[in-house]
C-alpha cells in the first residue's frame, strides 16, 4: 500500500478507463477520489456501479459532468441527467439484476469464471445468455466483472491499509475492493495499526494499492 | 381508510414472529407502520441492513445509515450490517421469509411485471428480480386497477420480474392467491362485493364458496 | 430463533442425516454438540466438513464412534481412524479442493446453482464433471452443497441469535450457516442484545433456528 | 548448511516488501525464518489469517488462533482475520503474490504433481490445487531427488495438482525456472556442479551461458 494525494491518485486514471465506484445510492462513495476525476476531466469513462446515484451526489458527479459513455449498473431511475444522457445515446446502459451485479463483482474478485444464478430466468435478463442445468433447475451463466481500477470509501483505514466499513456504506465496496487491477480507497478515518480488531477488518491491507492521504 | 392504508394494514398480518422480511418500496414500505409492537419481525434493507428502524429523530440521521433510496433511517438493538453480496445472499439463498413489492401486472399464472414499461424509461431492475425468485414467499401490495384498468391481468404484456409466481396479491378491493395457474379470490376488502371486485379483474378468478371479508 | 438444551437440539437430527459441520483441523468446532452426537448415537451420519480433525478432537470423534458413512471433505490425513474406515469400504469420502468446498458451500447458501473455477481443470477433480468456457479459459461447474442440519461454532452470540467469531475460527462456520435447512449454533459466550456491534455481526440473527443454552 | 536450509534461505530472498505470501507445510514454513526484520511481508493462513507471527511464547497460545495444521501460532499486529470463502477468494484471485509449496514432481512443463501417490493412502489436496492455480507466483521448495530419483521429470506420472505452470523450483541443488515447456537451470547451490544437477535430473534442463551459485 501506498499512501498518496488524491491528485496523484486520479493522475494514474487514463481517459477510457473502466472504474468500479462502491456506494449505494451515493452512500458509501469516495466522494473526494470523485471530485477529482471530474477536475481533471477524465472523459469516456466505463463505470461499474450499483445505480448513478442523483445528480451532484456521488457517481451522480460523473454525469453531471458527461464522463461517462458506458454504465454498468442495477438502476438509474434517480438521476434524470444519466437517463437523459441515455436516451440520447451519449451513455449505453448494460442493466444487471442487483444479487446478480453483486455475485459478478465477486466473482472477478475470487477468481471465479461466473456463477449460476436462477435469477433472471426466463425474463428480458436471459437473452443472450447460456442456460445452464443442474438437477432440473434451470439458472443464467453471468460471468465475472472485473475493472482496471476500484475507487473505494471506507469508514477505518489503518497505516497498512486494514479497512472497516460502517452500517449501510459497506454495500459493494469490499467486493470491488477485490475485483480490480488497482485498488484506490478513501476513508473517513485514517487510524494506527492495531485500531481496527483482526476479526473486523473487512478488507485486509494487501487488497489495498493506494490510500488517499488526508486534505 | 383510504386503500393504500386498506393494502398495508392486510399485509402486515400476513408476517409472524421471527420473520426475516424485505419491504419494496410505496406502498410496501408502510407494511411497518402496521405491525403489532409485540410482534418481532427483522425487516432487511438490501442495501445492507437487518434490523431497520423507523425515521431518526430530528438531528438523530447518519449519513452513513440510510435505507437502499439513500433516505436516512435507524437500526433496532441487535441490528446487523453485511455488504451486497450477503445482502443477496440472504434474498437468493431463502432467507428472507416475505418480501413485499409493488406490482404493475400480476396475472393469473402468479407473474409479476413490475420493472419496466416498454418504450418508457428503463430505471433498471434493481433487487426485485432476486427478491421475486429467491424469498420464501413474495406479497404484491398494489391498486386492483390503474386509470379503471384491472392490474389483475389474463397474462402479463410487460416484461416478468421473474417466473416464480407470487404467493399471494393484496389490493384494495382483494385478497387473491396462486396455485397451479389458477388465482382465487380469498378475501375482499371492507365494503366490496365479489361482484364489484370480478367487475375490475382482468383474470380469470376462482370463487370460493366462503370469501370472508378482510380483517385489519 | 429458539434457545435449547444440547439434548434437545441433536434429538431434532435423524440417523442418516446429512450435516455439516463448521470448524477447521478441529478449531471453530461445536465440540458440545459433537459429544452429544456421540452419546445419542447417531448412525450412517453423511457429513460436510472441511476435515476428519484427528481422533478424539472435533469432527474426529464421529470417526472415533464410527458413525459416518459418508464424507464431504478437503482432507482426511490427519486422521488414520477415517482413513482405515475409508480403506475398509465403511466410509466414502468425497474429497474437494478447499477453495471449491468453500464457494459450493457458500452457493448452497445464497441460492445459486453453482460456480465456474479454474481449480482442478486438467487433474483428476474434473472428472465427470461439465467444463465450460468464458472468454477462451476453461472452468469447471462445481454445483452448490447444502445440507439437512449446520452445526456452528461461535464465539459471541447475542439473545436474538446474531453471532461472531473469533480469530481462525471462523473458518467455515458463517458459510454453513447459510445452507441448511436447520442451523444449530453453539457459542463460547452468549451475551445481551448489543454487546456485538452492528458492523461485527457476521452471522444475522435470522439465520440462527437453534442456540445451545449454557450447561 | 543442510539441505532443507539452503531451500528456505533462497525462497526467502524472493519475497518483495508488501508480498502477500502463502507457505505450504514442511520445508516451506521454515521460509518465514529467513526473511529480513526490515522486510515486511504479509503472510496468510489460509484457515482465516493474515498476519501470522512466530509460534507464540509459552502459556501463550489461544486455541481459535492457529495455522490451517491446527498448531498454535501468533498474529502481528495489523493481522486480519476471515472465513474460508474470502480465504480462498484471495488465492483463487490472484491477490496471494507467492505461494510456497512442496512437491512430489515438477516436470519440464513446470507441472507440479504433489497431493496424491496413486495406490497410497489419499490424504486429499485440501487448499494445493487452488493455491497453484490462482497465486501469482507459485514456487516449489523441495528436496532435488528422493531415494536417489529425479523429483525433476520429463513428465508428471503422478496426478497434477494444476495445469497451471509453477513459476520457480528452489531445491538443495538448483534453481530452475520455466518458461514455453521449457526448464532452465537458473543457479546452483554452493558446493553443486553444473554436471550433479544434470546426474540427478530427469527432465531436460536449458544450460544458460552463466549458472551463478545461489546467493543465501
Chains 1, 3 share one sequence.
Not at chain 2, 413489492?101 to 418508457?120: E, F, T, Y
Not at chain 2, 398494489?142 to 420480474?161: N, Y
Request: proline residues 6%; glycine residues 10%; negative net charge.
Amino acid at each position: 500500500m501506498m499512501a498518496v494525494s488524491v491528485e496523484e491518485a486520479v493522475a494514474m486514471i487514463p481517459a477510457g478507463a473502466r472504474i468500479m465506484v462502491g456506494g449505494f445510492m451515493g452512500v458509501g462513495t469516495p466522494e473526494r477520489l470523485l471530485d477529482e476525476v471530474v477536475r481533471q476531466h477524465k472523459t469516456d469513462l466505463s463505470i461499474v456501479s450499483n445505480d448513478a446515484a442523483t445528480p451532484g451526489k456521488g457517481i451522480g458527479k460523473l454525469f453531471d459532468a458527461a464522463l461517462v459513455s458506458r454504465l454498468t449498473a442495477t438502476h438509474i431511475g434517480l438521476n434524470p441527467k444519466a437517463q437523459q444522457q441515455m436516451l440520447a445515446n451519449q451513455l449505453a446502459v448494460d442493466l444487471v439484476p442487483q444479487g446478480t451485479f453483486a455475485e459478478r463483482i465477486r466473482a472477478g474478485g475470487c477468481g471465479l469464471g461466473g456463477v449460476l444464478t436462477p435469477t433472471g430466468v426466463g425474463t428480458l435478463v436471459a437473452e443472450g445468455k447460456r442456460q445452464i442445468e443442474v438437477d432440473g433447475t434451470t439458472f443464467l451463466l453471468e460471468t465475472a466483472i472485473r475493472a482496471q481500477f476500484a475507487l473505494v470509501h471506507a469508514f477505518l483505514a489503518d497505516y497498512l491499509g486494514n479497512l472497516s466499513y460502517a452500517l449501510t456504506a459497506r454495500n459493494f465496496n469490499p467486493i470491488m475492493a477485490m475485483a480490480a487491477d488497482t485498488v484506490i480507497v478513501t476513508a473517513e478515518h485514517i487510524v494506527p495499526v492495531g485500531v481496527i480488531a483482526p476479526d473486523h477488518v473487512v478488507t485486509p491491507a494487501p487488497l489495498v494499492d493506494y490510500l488517499i492521504t488526508n486534505g | 381508510m383510504d386503500g393504500q392504508t386498506v393494502i398495508a394494514r392486510r399485509v402486515a398480518k400476513e408476517l409472524h414472529a421471527g420473520d426475516l422480511v424485505n419491504l419494496g418500496i410505496g406502498i410496501p414500505t408502510l407494511v411497518a407502520n402496521y405491525v403489532p409492537a409485540d410482534l418481532k419481525v427483522f425487516f432487511q434493507s438490501e442495501n445492507g441492513l437487518i434490523g431497520t428502524g423507523p425515521i431518526p429523530e430530528q438531528g438523530m440521521a447518519h449519513p452513513l445509515l440510510t435505507d437502499a433510496g439513500g433516505r436516512p433511517i435507524s437500526a433496532l438493538p441487535g441490528a446487523s450490517t453485511f455488504d451486497s453480496a450477503m445482502s443477496f445472499g440472504l434474498i437468493r439463498g431463502g432467507h428472507v421469509d416475505v418480501t413485499v413489492l409493488g406490482g404493475l401486472q400480476v396475472d393469473a399464472h402468479g407473474h409479476l411485471a413490475n420493472w419496466m414499461i416498454p418504450g418508457k424509461m428503463v430505471p433498471g431492475m434493481g433487487g426485485a428480480m432476486d427478491l421475486v425468485t429467491g424469498a420464501k414467499r413474495v406479497i404484491v401490495a398494489m391498486q386492483h386497477a390503474a386509470k379503471g384498468k384491472s392490474k389483475i391481468v389474463a397474462r402479463c404484456t410487460l416484461p416478468l420480474t421473474s417466473t416464480r409466481p407470487v404467493s399471494l396479491v393484496v389490493t384494495d378491493m382483494a385478497v387473491i392467491a396462486f396455485s397451479d395457474g389458477k388465482a382465487s379470490l380469498l378475501e375482499t376488502a371492507p365494503g366490496v362485493s365479489i361482484a364489484e371486485v370480478l367487475a375490475v379483474t382482468e383474470a380469470e378468478l376462482v370463487i370460493p364458496d366462503t370469501v370472508p371479508e378482510m380483517k385489519i
